[in-house]
């Protein structure tokens, strides 16, 4: 962040500038000499002549000297920037796109919308932290790979949908797709928040293993299971008028996401509302978080030259005038 303002290198050189009007008073009460110019011609004109000269001299004079004073005092600009310098932490938000994820147990959105809204949130309240997203149903993509470019992010979760992917739960694939992406992360922390409302029916890698594998790497992993208790109404096909739903038990292996949570030194986290979910992230959001280092630079930019030049020009005016009319008493 860059903020600019204005300043002195030596600002109590401007108390000079108090001379200047008490020279003025002074001059102003001193008896006036009989004589004011050297040149015949202004006596000749009469007692009153050259007294708006003598004033105008005196005025150039001034300005040469307060010109002077101010740039004495160093005027200069400054730009201080102050660079936000920390650790970071490397997440990866795992997000699950199968079909079930269109349950609408969580009105007045299904679950998919309420974990979207949720994640932005999440994101949105970083600040120096890297940022992937991973999507999986039967297979697992990466949307985003770790990134601290948060608009793109947000983009990407805007962007999910089910049916992208293959239809199915492949928690091992997802799980191992998350852990290639933040094994070689740079920074001390590397975090996975997987989200699924399902049970582990597809892929060839088993989650447990894959959890290992990441506990290895030194990435922790936070699991959430998604969706009401008892039943819930699920797709189960397109009619006329879109998608078909019947009220169908909720699924959520709890043991295996609480085993790999365990696993690889994580928690898991239940929602079985929006409001939990909401609270579940706020929960993550303050586990993950490290102490942020600032540092503040201040780069000057002189402005002297501008005064200078001001008094400089004040006394080639006030010489000018002197070798034309005479000198100032």
Same mark, same amino acid.
């Given at each position: 962040?860059?903020?600019?303002?204005?300043?002195?290198?030596?600002?109590?050189?401007?108390?000079?500038?108090?001379?200047?009007?008490? !020279?003025?008073? !002074?001059?102003?009460?001193?008896?006036?000499?009989?004589?004011?110019?050297?040149?015949? #011609?202004?006596?000749?004109? $009469?007692?009153?002549?050259?007294?708006?000269l003598t004033r105008t001299l005196l005025v150039?004079?001034?300005?040469?000297?307060?010109?002077?004073?101010?740039?004495?005092?160093?005027?200069?600009?400054?730009?201080?920037?102050?660079? +936000?310098?920390?650790?970071?932490?490397?997440?990866?938000?795992? +997000?699950?796109?199968?079909? @079930?994820?269109?349950?609408?147990?969580?009105?007045?959105?299904?679950?998919?919308?309420?974990?979207?809204?949720?994640?932005?949130?999440? +994101?949105?309240?970083? @600040?120096?932290?890297?940022?992937?997203?991973?999507?999986?149903?039967?297979?697992?993509?990466?949307?985003?790979?770790?990134?601290?470019?948060?608009?793109?992010?947000?983009?990407?979760?805007?962007?999910?949908?089910?049916?992208?992917?293959?239809?199915?739960?492949?928690?091992?694939?997802?799980?191992?797709?998350?852990?290639?992406?933040?094994?070689?992360?740079?920074g001390r922390s590397r975090v996975m928040i997987?989200?699924?409302?399902?049970?582990?029916?597809?892929?060839?890698?088993?989650?447990?293993?894959?959890?290992?594998?990441?506990?290895?790497? $030194?990435? #922790?992993?936070?699991?959430?299971?998604?969706?009401?208790?008892?039943?819930?109404?699920?797709?189960?096909?397109?009619?006329?008028?879109?998608?078909?739903?019947?009220?169908?038990?909720?699924?959520?292996?709890?043991?295996?996401? @609480?085993?790999?949570?365990?696993?690889? @030194? $994580?928690?898991?986290?239940?929602?079985?509302?929006?409001?939990?979910?909401?609270?579940?992230?706020?929960?993550?959001?303050?586990?993950?978080?490290?102490?942020?280092?600032?540092?503040?630079?201040?780069? !000057?930019?002189d402005l002297f030259r501008w005064p200078l $030049?001001?008094?400089?020009?004040?006394?080639?005016?006030?010489?000018?005038?002197?070798?034309?009319?005479?000198?100032?008493?």
């Amino acid at each position: 962040m860059t903020l600019h303002g204005y300043g002195f290198a030596t600002p109590w050189v401007l108390l000079l500038l108090g001379v200047l009007p008490l !020279w003025w008073m !002074w001059r102003r009460r001193r008896t006036p000499g009989a004589i004011r110019f050297s040149r015949v #011609r202004t006596i000749a004109a $009469g007692p009153r002549a050259g007294r708006g000269l003598t004033r105008t001299l005196l005025v150039l004079r001034n300005l040469a000297l307060a010109g002077a004073i101010v740039a004495l005092a160093g005027p200069r600009t400054g730009a201080r920037t102050e660079t +936000v310098t920390s650790d970071g932490i490397n997440i990866v938000l795992v +997000v699950d796109l199968s079909s @079930s994820m269109l349950a609408l147990d969580f009105q007045p959105e299904n679950r998919l919308e309420v974990a979207k809204t949720t994640m932005k949130n999440f +994101v949105a309240g970083r @600040s120096a932290d890297r940022i992937g997203v991973v999507a999986f149903a039967a297979e697992a993509l990466t949307q985003v790979p770790l990134t601290v470019d948060y608009p793109v992010v947000l983009a990407a979760i805007d962007n999910l949908q089910a049916g992208q992917l293959e239809d199915g739960t492949a928690i091992g694939t997802a799980i191992a797709t998350a852990a290639n992406r933040l094994r070689s992360a740079p920074g001390r922390s590397r975090v996975m928040i997987l989200l699924t409302d399902g049970v582990n029916n597809r892929g060839a890698i088993d989650p447990r293993t894959a959890a290992k594998a990441a506990a290895a790497f $030194g990435i #922790r992993i936070y699991t959430i299971g998604i969706g009401s208790e008892g039943m819930a109404p699920v797709p189960v096909g397109r009619g006329l008028f879109g998608l078909r739903y019947e009220n169908r038990p909720v699924e959520i292996d709890d043991a295996l996401l @609480s085993d790999v949570a365990r696993i690889a @030194s $994580g928690r898991y986290f239940r929602a079985r509302d929006a409001q939990a979910l909401t609270d579940i992230y706020g929960q993550i959001d303050q586990l993950e978080r490290v102490p942020i280092r600032t540092r503040t630079y201040v780069h !000057w930019t002189d402005l002297f030259r501008w005064p200078l $030049g001001a008094a400089l020009l004040a006394l080639t005016l006030e010489l000018a005038l002197f070798a034309w009319r005479g000198p100032l008493t």
